[in-house]
């Protein structure tokens, strides 16, 4: 028999915002007990844990950091790096991408004496370009799919080695994981795996066969647990590859590379693995491409035609989600920031007149930037991904804390108002950043003059990090019921279960952003259900019609003018709002003046705002009136009339978000949810609380209408807390 290599590549990973709970429960699941039972045996393997998780662990159980180090040391584990905060390299700055490689590289090194060679790519996300970012910080090899490869031209047999790719004169090797075992490990017998090795070893000798895949599959993905370790599936895998020592050699990537010539060189088109890129694809193309993979795969051609079909790109997540877009932008924004800040920094030296502890601040600016950049929030597929509001507050927190942190650095303190005009989203459109000392807004003039960020600066929290509701691909399975496992381990990519019983009845798309600002004009038959269920009719063009803006300022204030000249019913409409902040001071004043209105015309006027980060569902977040009377929980739809306030409180949070009228108003309020995929089945997810105050609009006799409101974001149960417990309002805790 033929001897080959099987390099076993583990990747350990919890993203930046994740419950405290879930990294207990995988490390006590997983990433434990798969240590236990490794230690046992004396092959190697290669490991890679990302920031974020080794962050936690070496906080939370640095006994099992003192382990790896052990096992580093004793050569049976090679220690994978790559960037800190695992994001999606081809989404952040060339800067960022060679500064979190090399700043995890230098923490694993100094924590776990590893001397960190190879890394691993974070959702196995490639473009060429890459490489010269790779070799910069210090990367030898990586570990991409197979997939990647077939899509450059090679074939199966071509697949057991590995190869050099080249950009711009930068040389790095690339080893192809393979797909097959990805769906034998741990989810077929031992015996699968080692007829599948066995194959290749009679074909082909002194092969190098890499398994590349998610530490998770070993107890942490629904049922493997027990499948795991219960049922002792990884003893008896160890026990079969130590029985087949003799042809099987275990070893590592640096092994590897280091006794066995590649293979050649090859380049590789822009790719991530074969499920990412159908899941970037457009719903409908989605669909029809599942669709004709159903219907090829019974064809005895499709072994040859496989490797033709191919999905989307991943950058086109930003396409598909708007708000993943908007995520991407804000960090984009707090990357530029920080890098003009350490160039006037290393320009000015001593100089700079920056505050004297400024190289310490700018430090954990980059810090925050960092963590902002972790990629789980910034997509969707099998895993909850952006769908998960928890997820994307951790990202919005540090982004966030760094222009928190930015702004101390450039020194500044006390009250202040500021707006800059800049395309802020990449749109090639103007959009204004309003912004004091408490707040960060955001506006899209171009956009229906929407607010579609507004940042807590204090408590590091956008109450505008929400998502609207829209078609997916996979909500055409909620109508087939709930599926068992019929006593099979499945692949979280092939499980059907759902968390709560009559999702098919939630599934609602929205017509329009969930952001704020946006201006409704519906009949004066509007009523709560028909705004909620997305069926009153719109009778204006503001809701994305273009506003033109200015700015006005004064010493201690600022405000952003946007103007519309419209239509309703056929009738122009003009509608002018103005957005103030002041120094110092955590509330926005919202006027709007309506001119041209038709005496003759019953029309409902209605301002939406969303408002994320309030979720449902507990006694201590809720409506309350403005004197104290609560009206029930966040959850809770609403319908009152002729009212002149209402606030939103979270006291985890330790925030009340109240709304204050100049005139008597009618209030709709409803929960936004969206109905989504997770490693744990379908389920139901609170994304906002939709509230949209309304006026049976009545002109004066020159055709005006107008209404100011103050939207006030106190934090003072929080602020209070910080105080207690010695935090800096400037940065929460990661």
């Known amino acids: 028999m033929n001897s080959i290599r099987l390099c076993l590549v583990l990747h350990n990973h919890q993203p930046i915002g994740n419950f405290d709970g879930v990294f207990e429960q995988a490390y006590q699941d997983a990433y434990k007990p798969f240590l236990d039972v490794f230690e046992q045996y004396d092959f190697p393997i290669a490991l890679h844990t990302s920031g974020p998780l080794m962050e936690w662990l070496d906080e939370r159980h640095p006994e099992y950091i003192d382990r790896l180090r052990r096992l580093v040391a004793a050569g049976r ?4 790096g790559g960037p800190f905060y695992e994001p999606i390299l081809t989404m952040i700055p060339s800067r960022d991408r060679v500064g979190q490689i090399t700043s995890y590289s230098d923490w694993l090194r100094l924590r776990l004496g590893a001397k960190v060679q190879g890394m691993w790519m974070p959702e196995r996300v490639w473009e060429q370009a890459l490489t010269s970012d790779l070799v910069n910080a210090g990367i030898k090899y990586t570990v991409l799919d197979d ?31 393979s797909e097959p075992l990805r769906y034998t490990i741990p989810f077929q017998q031992p015996q699968a795996t080692i007829d599948y090795l066995r194959g290749i070893a009679e074909r082909r000798a002194g092969a190098v066969v890499v398994f590349g895949d998610d530490g998770e599959k070993f107890g942490v993905w629904p049922e493997t647990k027990k499948h795991v370790y219960d049922h002792g599936w990884l003893r008896q895998f160890f026990d079969a590859l130590s029985a087949n020592r003799q042809w099987i050699h275990v070893t590592t990537l640096a092994e590897a590379v280091e006794n066995v010539p590649p293979e050649g060189k090859i380049y590789l088109p822009d790719a991530s693995y074969r499920e990412m890129t159908e899941w970037a694809l457009p719903v409908n193309q989605q ?19 496989k490797r033709f079909f191919q999905g989307g790109f991943w950058r086109n997540f930003k396409v598909k989600y708007p708000e993943a877009n908007e995520m991407y932008a804000r960090m984009m924004m707090a990357s530029r920031r920080l890098a003009e800040a350490e160039n006037d920094l290393e320009q000015g030296g001593a100089t700079s007149g920056l505050p004297s502890n400024a190289l310490d601040t700018l430090h954990y600016a980059r810090q925050a930037l960092y963590r902002g950049q972790c990629n789980c929030s910034y997509w969707h597929g099998a895993f909850g991904g952006i769908y998960l509001p928890h997820l994307r507050n951790a990202v919005y927190n540090q982004l966030i804390a760094c222009d928190n942190l930015l702004d101390q650095a450039a020194g500044k303190s006390g009250g202040f108002v500021e707006a800059t005009v800049d395309d802020y989203n990449f749109d090639a459109r103007q959009e204004v950043r309003l912004a004091n000392d408490r707040l960060i807004c955001l506006l899209a003039p171009a956009a229906g003059g929407m607010l579609y960020e507004l940042d ?10 929400t998502l609207a509701r829209r078609p997916e691909a996979y909500h055409k399975k909620i109508a ?26 939630r599934l609602q798309y929205d017509r329009t952003p969930r952001k704020s600002l946006l201006d409704h004009f519906y009949d004066a038959g509007a009523n709560l259900q028909s705004v909620s269920r997305g069926e009153a009719t719109e009778h204006g063009d503001f809701v994305q019609g273009v506003y033109e803006s200015k700015i006005r300022r004064s010493s201690d204030r600022v405000q952003v003018q946007l103007t519309r000249l419209g239509h309703v019913a056929g009738r122009d409409v003009r509608i002018t709002k103005g957005i103030t902040a002041v120094a110092g001071s955590p509330t926005l004043e919202i006027a709007y003046l309506l001119e041209n209105l038709p005496a003759d015309l019953a029309i409902h006027f209605s301002t939406e705002l969303n408002f994320s980060s309030l979720p449902s569902g507990a006694d201590d977040r809720y409506f309350h009136d403005g004197r104290g009377n609560r009206l029930g929980q966040l959850g809770r739809q609403l319908d009152l009339a002729d009212v002149q306030s209402l606030n939103l409180v979270d006291e985890w949070l330790g925030i009340d978000v109240g709304l204050a009228f100049n005139r008597p108003t009618g209030l709709w309020t409803y929960p936004v949810e969206t109905v989504s995929q997770s490693e744990g089945g379908f389920e139901l997810v609170h994304q906002s609380v939709a509230v949209q105050p309304h006026w049976l609009v009545k002109p004066d006799n020159t055709g005006r209408w107008s209404v100011t409101f103050q939207l006030t974001a106190s934090t003072a149960l929080a602020e209070e807390r910080m105080k207690s417990t010695g935090e800096t309002l400037a940065v929460t805790p990661a």
């Open 77 to 80: 584990v090679e220690i994978i």
């Open 147 to 177: 997939y990647h490869f077939k899509n450059a031209g090679l074939t199966d047999e071509q697949l057991h080695g590995y190869y050099l790719t080249e950009d711009d004169g930068r040389v790095v090797s690339i080893f192809p994981g």
């Open 287 to 305: 669909m029809e491409y599942d669709q004709l993979v159903h219907e090829l795969e019974h064809d005895g051609r499709w072994p040859r035609i």
């Open 456 to 465: 807590i600066r204090p408590i590091c929290l956008n109450l505008l990090a």
């Open 480 to 505: 087939g019921g709930a599926s068992g496992s019929n006593g099979q381990v499945a692949s979280i990519h092939d499980r059907v279960v759902f968390k709560q019983a009559g999702l098919d009845q």
